[in-house]
Structure formats: C-alpha cells, structure tokens
C-alpha cells in the first residue's frame, strides 16, 4: 500500500490550532504558522524567518528543515524526508492493524520513545489532538533539562 501525503498529514481546517500549540510555547516560540499537522502527531511550522520548522512531539526538538516554502513543498516529493518525517511504513502497519485516526484525531504513543517507547504498532493509539498535544508538550517541557539516562517517574493525574 503506498500512502499519499493526503493520508500522511491531517487537515487544518477547523482545528484550534493555538489550542494545539498552547503546551508548546517553551519550544517553538514566536512562529507565523502551522504549515502541516502529520498523522504522527508533529508539526510542521512557518517561522519568523520564512524558514520551515519540524516540531517533533515524540522527543520535544524543533529542526530547521527547509530555507522557505518552496524548498519545503520540493522536499515534500523527495521519498527520504517523507521516510524521515512522516514515518509511512508504520503508518501502513497501524492503518492494517485497524488504527485509522479520525479527523481530530492522530496517533500518539502510549510510551514516548524519549522515555524507552518503541515506535511499533503495539506502543501507538489514536488519540484525539489537543489531548497528545497538550500531553507530550507538557512531558518533553519537564525532561527537557535532563541528562540522557535520567531515571523518570511519571504521575498522571
């Protein structure tokens, strides 16, 4: 099965988008806008400097990974950063397994990989998307500081 980057990303429209930023301030910052959401749960951002941002929600880092929106759009047919970002092969393996998000929907770990999570088809649910979110924003905001190896004990209230 090959996945389109229609089924890759999810649609913005009528999705709070400050809603879905707001755990995230700590790391992006000021930026103009969300480019993309992918089914991964990351997004794609529009900084301040016209260059295009990967914020990565399973470990809390931000990457510059185009100068523009045109180097960006030409990246987007490029099958190593679609590989890279947007992690098609396991998407496939979750849509076979029955884990198909809905429209406010994308798939979250239940074990952030930072924390020892694998990315396999058992470790992924669908979750709704102010809840992963707000979630992982607020996980990688608390481990940001920490030394790699730190022993976390995490408390969900």
Same mark, same amino acid.
């Given at each position: ?12 429209? $009528? ?6 930023? *707001? /755990?995230? @301030? ?15 749960? %990351?997004?794609? +951002?529009? $900084?301040?400097? %016209? ?5 990565? #929600? ?19 047919? %490029?099958? &190593? /950063? ?11 393996? +979750?849509?076979? *397994?029955? @884990? ?7 798939? *979250?770990? @239940?074990?952030?990989?930072?924390? $020892?999570? %694998?990315? #396999? ?5 669908? #979750? ?8 992982? $924003? +607020?996980? /990688?905001?608390?481990?940001? &500081?920490?030394?790699?190896? #730190? ?7």
């Amino acid at each position: 099965m090959e996945l389109s980057l229609q089924q890759l990303t999810k649609p913005l429209f $009528g999705i709070d988008i400050d809603d879905l930023l *707001s /755990c995230w @301030k700590w790391c992006i910052g000021e930026m103009n806008r969300v480019v993309l959401i992918s089914s991964m749960g %990351d997004f794609f +951002l529009l $900084g301040k400097d %016209d260059a295009i941002y990967w914020l990565q #929600t399973d470990c809390g880092t931000l990457t510059k990974v185009a100068e523009n929106l045109n180097a960006f759009n030409i990246f987007l047919t %490029d099958e &190593d /950063c679609i590989d890279n970002w947007f992690l098609p092969l396991l998407v496939e393996k +979750l849509i076979l *397994s029955g @884990k198909v998000p809905g429209d406010n929907e994308v798939y *979250s770990f @239940k074990r952030l990989p930072i924390l $020892g999570g %694998d990315y #396999t088809v058992e470790n992924i649910e669908v #979750t709704n998307m102010s809840v992963h979110f707000s979630f992982m $924003g +607020l996980i /990688c905001e608390q481990i940001k &500081d920490l030394p790699d190896g #730190t022993h976390v004990t995490l408390k969900v209230v």
